[in-house]
């Protein structure tokens, strides 16, 4: 079975964030693989140990995207891809992304793409579906559970805590939801093993695209932080007292209840 | 810059989703004095137009066909492509639920066009329309504009106020036929979870828990002052993989996204991903007995304590008061 992840390198919102320039400042910051393409890997790994093939791990960003991509070598992944756009494309939205990916992809004779259902930092939930049907193949959103057989493949789709149990056909994209699996830790040999493993590299050239056909439909014109919240104010004295006081704020100051 | 706004309504067991009126008033900002024009799919949805304008769309575009009952990609992307076909329209909002999410990007890349996913605000500000939406998991906001094409958002339920309901309004429901076929999905199944009461999403008060309430049975004490102010129950993921309560409960970046006027979080730490989920709600109380737990960097009001000594007084004081009301 032919599998390609959709991987995106992303800052760790764990981590502090502040503006500098009018831009998040990323001086620093740790930058980690979106935690839901680590679903993405895990399963894409599984399939390929159940059913053979291969995994290639593909990525859009720059240079720096290298090491994270290394990382779902370690994993298990056959192979990395990486498409670097730092010297072609300076502002991009999900479009650019998407029609990247699908010109990538285009050729590759994939039976199965498996993309994170949104990324923690961007937030659009958008390219795994805008690459489906740029490719013109069914997609699930926010999977739990993956099982194929043969071509046919059957999903549990998360709907708002609902599930829906989904049967479709490869060719076939789907995204990650938490609760799919537990993703590896890379072994040490698998560290080791991952080194060898190739990883290539390519560009918007190689795509036969160019900066025009990918320019983004939207732009971004302010980033800002939510307005500093006042330090909240942590009741005091017997718990009685402290309750009567919750509920006369939220009465009378707050006016919610 | 008046514009022709389409709005898809989405429909839950037989009524509109407040998410959709909300859309509508989104529209409205969006149409800039231009037609709203509200859309429903469904096996029998024609009925529901009426209270759709009453809201503010100006009249409403149905699709009927019984592949429609249940929401699938392909079944709706027909079925928005052919009404996109008939109306030609500049914008298209919707509401950023599971179907909104799922659906948007699949038109957006059919219409080569941008979309803005997950919009808290909008407004016209200089001549453009803006929206605004939250990224880093709700760390910072971003706002953006379109710049080339389609207006097209979706809108995160409970931020943008809907309309007021004026029940003399009126307009026209028109259906268009559209040949639903070759659907590549087959819904075999759907579990319902408990999600009985208030739908999160859309709930004014949420008393959620976590890991701290210890058991199935610990969750009685929030239900009972959720029922004292009309409000839905909410889970931690940590308290759903505990299995204390079922996965439809949960709140964050898995779960839903919820913004109450308010939010009492009750044994809960308050990770990012949580964070992700609800720090948008008006008002936040925390109620926590680890001083340092990181839910009180968050929470207007806290109290440090056992929360199985503080819900049941807190219940007792809020049924006065609104007894008293
Ligand atoms: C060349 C370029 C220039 C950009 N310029 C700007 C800019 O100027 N301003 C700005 O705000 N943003 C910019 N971006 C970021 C961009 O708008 C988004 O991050 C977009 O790439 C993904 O949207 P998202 O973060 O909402 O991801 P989502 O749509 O939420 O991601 C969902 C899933 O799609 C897949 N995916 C997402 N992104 C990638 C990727 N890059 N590679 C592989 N798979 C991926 C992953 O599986 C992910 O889990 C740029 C991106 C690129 C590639
Ligand atoms: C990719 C990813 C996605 C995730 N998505 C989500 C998500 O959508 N939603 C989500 O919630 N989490 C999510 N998580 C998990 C998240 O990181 C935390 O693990 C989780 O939120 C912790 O739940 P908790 O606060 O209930 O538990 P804990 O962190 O264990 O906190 C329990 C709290 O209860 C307090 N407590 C204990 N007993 C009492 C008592 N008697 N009275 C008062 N307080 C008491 C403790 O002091 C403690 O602060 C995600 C994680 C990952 C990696």
Same mark, same amino acid.
């Given at each position: 079975?032919?599998?390609?992840?959709?991987?995106?390198?992303?800052?760790?919102?764990?981590?502090?964030?502040?503006?500098?320039?009018?831009?998040?400042?990323?001086?620093?910051?740790?930058?980690?693989?979106?935690?839901?393409?680590?679903?993405?890997?895990?399963?894409?790994?599984?399939?390929?140990?159940?059913?053979?093939?291969?995994?290639?791990?593909?990525?859009?960003?720059?240079?720096?995207?290298?090491?994270?991509?290394?990382?779902?070598?370690?994993?298990?992944?056959?192979?990395?891809?990486?498409?670097?756009?730092?010297?072609?494309?300076?502002?991009?939205?999900?479009?650019?992304?998407?029609?990247?990916?699908?010109?990538?992809?285009?050729?590759?004779?994939?039976?199965?793409?498996?993309?994170?259902?949104?990324?923690?930092?961007?937030?659009?939930?958008?390219?795994?579906?805008?690459?489906?049907?740029?490719?013109?193949?069914?997609?699930?959103?926010?999977?739990?559970?993956?099982?194929?057989?043969?071509?046919?493949?059957?999903?549990?789709?998360?709907?708002?805590?609902?599930?829906?149990?989904?049967?479709?056909?490869?060719?076939?994209?789907?995204?990650?939801?938490?609760?799919?699996?537990?993703?590896?830790?890379?072994?040490?040999?698998?560290?080791?093993?991952?080194?060898?493993?190739?990883?290539?590299?390519?560009?918007?050239?190689?795509?036969?695209?160019?900066?025009?056909?990918?320019?983004?439909?939207?732009?971004?014109?302010?980033?800002?932080?939510?307005?500093?919240?006042?330090?909240?104010?942590?009741?005091?004295?017997?718990?009685?007292?402290?309750?009567?006081?919750?509920?006369?704020?939220?009465?009378?100051?707050?006016?919610?209840? | 810059?008046?514009?022709?706004?389409?709005?898809?309504?989405?429909?839950?067991?037989?009524?509109?989703?407040?998410?959709?009126?909300?859309?509508?008033?989104?529209?409205?900002?969006?149409?800039?004095?231009?037609?709203?024009?509200?859309?429903?799919?469904?096996?029998?949805?024609?009925?529901?137009?009426?209270?759709?304008?009453?809201?503010?769309?100006?009249?409403?575009?149905?699709?009927?066909?019984?592949?429609?009952?249940?929401?699938?990609?392909?079944?709706?992307?027909?079925?928005?492509?052919?009404?996109?076909?008939?109306?030609?329209?500049?914008?298209?909002?919707?509401?950023?639920?599971?179907?909104?999410?799922?659906?948007?990007?699949?038109? #957006?890349?059919?219409?080569?066009?941008?979309?803005?996913?997950?919009?808290?605000?909008?407004?016209?500000?200089?001549?453009?329309?803006?929206?605004?939406?939250?990224?880093?998991?709700?760390?910072?906001?971003?706002?953006?504009?379109?710049?080339?094409?389609?207006?097209?958002?979706?809108?995160?339920?409970?931020?943008?106020?809907?309309?007021?309901?004026?029940?003399?309004?009126?307009?026209?429901?028109?259906?268009?036929?559209?040949?639903?076929?070759?659907?590549?999905?087959?819904?075999?199944?759907?579990?319902?979870?408990?999600?009985?009461?208030?739908?999160?999403?859309?709930?004014?008060?949420?008393?959620?828990?976590?890991?701290?309430?210890?058991?199935?049975?610990?969750?009685?004490?929030?239900?009972?002052?959720?029922?004292?102010?009309?409000?839905?129950?909410? #889970?931690?993921?940590?308290?759903?993989?505990?299995?204390?309560?079922?996965?439809?409960?949960?709140?964050?970046?898995?779960?839903?996204?919820?913004?109450?006027?308010?939010?009492?979080?009750?044994?809960?730490?308050?990770?990012?991903?949580?964070?992700?989920?609800?720090?948008?709600?008006?008002?936040?109380?925390?109620?926590?007995?680890?001083?340092?737990?990181?839910?009180?960097?968050?929470?207007?009001?806290?109290?440090?304590?056992?929360?199985?000594?503080?819900?049941?007084?807190?219940?007792?004081?809020?049924?006065?008061?609104?007894?008293?009301?």
């Amino acid at each position: 079975m032919n599998i390609y992840v959709l991987m995106k390198r992303t800052f760790d919102t764990e981590e502090k964030i502040t503006i500098s320039g009018g831009k998040i400042n990323e001086d620093g910051a740790e930058f980690i693989i979106n935690p839901y393409d680590e679903y993405a890997i895990e399963e894409a790994i599984q399939v390929r140990d159940e059913h053979g093939g291969e995994v290639t791990v593909v990525s859009v960003g720059t240079e720096e995207a290298e090491k994270q991509l290394r990382t779902a070598l370690a994993m298990g992944a056959d192979k990395a891809v990486l498409i670097n756009t730092e010297d072609d494309v300076e502002e991009g939205d999900q479009f650019t992304t998407s029609k990247i990916l699908a010109e990538f992809l285009k050729d590759k004779e994939v039976d199965l793409i498996i993309g994170g259902n949104v990324a923690i930092d961007g937030g659009s939930g958008q390219v795994g579906p805008r690459v489906a049907e740029l490719l013109a193949i069914p997609y699930i959103t926010t999977i739990t559970k993956l099982d194929i057989e043969g071509t046919t493949a059957t999903v549990v789709r998360d709907v708002e805590g609902d599930s829906e149990v989904i049967e479709t056909s490869l060719p076939l994209l789907v995204t990650a939801q938490q609760g799919l699996n537990e993703p590896r830790y890379p072994s040490l040999p698998g560290i080791m093993k991952a080194k060898k493993k190739p990883l290539d590299e390519i560009e918007l050239d190689d795509l036969d695209l160019d900066e025009d056909d990918v320019e983004a439909k939207t732009k971004t014109i302010e980033i800002s932080l939510p307005p500093k919240k006042e330090a909240g104010k942590v009741l005091e004295g017997e718990l009685e007292g402290q309750v009567k006081e919750l509920v006369s704020l939220l009465h009378n100051e707050a006016k919610v209840v | 810059m008046a514009r022709k706004v389409l709005v898809l309504g989405e429909v839950r067991e037989g009524s509109l989703r407040n998410v959709s009126f909300e859309a509508v008033a989104a529209a409205k900002t969006s149409a800039e004095g231009g037609e709203v024009v509200g859309v429903l799919f469904g096996d029998s949805v024609s009925a529901l137009g009426a209270e759709f304008i009453q809201y503010g769309a100006d009249r409403v575009v149905t699709v009927e066909d019984e592949l429609l009952k249940q929401y699938t990609s392909d079944g709706y992307s027909q079925a928005l492509l052919a009404v996109i076909d008939q109306e030609d329209p500049e914008g298209i909002i919707f509401g950023h639920t599971a179907q909104g999410k799922d659906l948007a990007p699949k038109i #957006a890349a059919k219409l080569e066009s941008g979309l803005i996913s997950d919009v808290t605000d909008l407004e016209v500000e200089g001549g453009n329309l803006v929206f605004t939406r939250p990224i880093y998991s709700g760390k910072a906001f971003e706002k953006k504009i379109v710049t080339d094409g389609l207006l097209f958002a979706t809108i995160r339920p409970n931020n943008i106020a809907p309309l007021e309901k004026d029940e003399s309004r009126n307009g026209d429901v028109s259906s268009l036929s559209v040949e639903i076929k070759n659907l590549r999905q087959v819904i075999k199944e759907v579990v319902r979870k408990a999600t009985e009461g208030v739908d999160l999403s859309e709930a004014k008060v949420i008393v959620a828990g976590g890991r701290g309430v210890k058991s199935e049975e610990g969750f009685e004490p929030l239900k009972e002052l959720a029922d004292v102010l009309g409000g839905a129950v909410g #889970a931690s993921r940590g308290a759903c993989d505990a299995d204390y309560c079922d996965y439809s409960l949960q709140i964050g970046q898995t779960g839903k996204v919820v913004t109450p006027d308010l939010y009492i979080a009750c044994g809960i730490s308050g990770a990012i991903q949580h964070l992700a989920g609800m720090s948008n709600s008006k008002i936040i109380v925390a109620i926590n007995k680890d001083p340092e737990a990181n839910i009180f960097k968050v929470a207007d009001y806290g109290i440090v304590g056992d929360l199985f000594e503080v819900l049941p007084l807190l219940t007792k004081e809020f049924k006065e008061l609104l007894v008293n009301a």
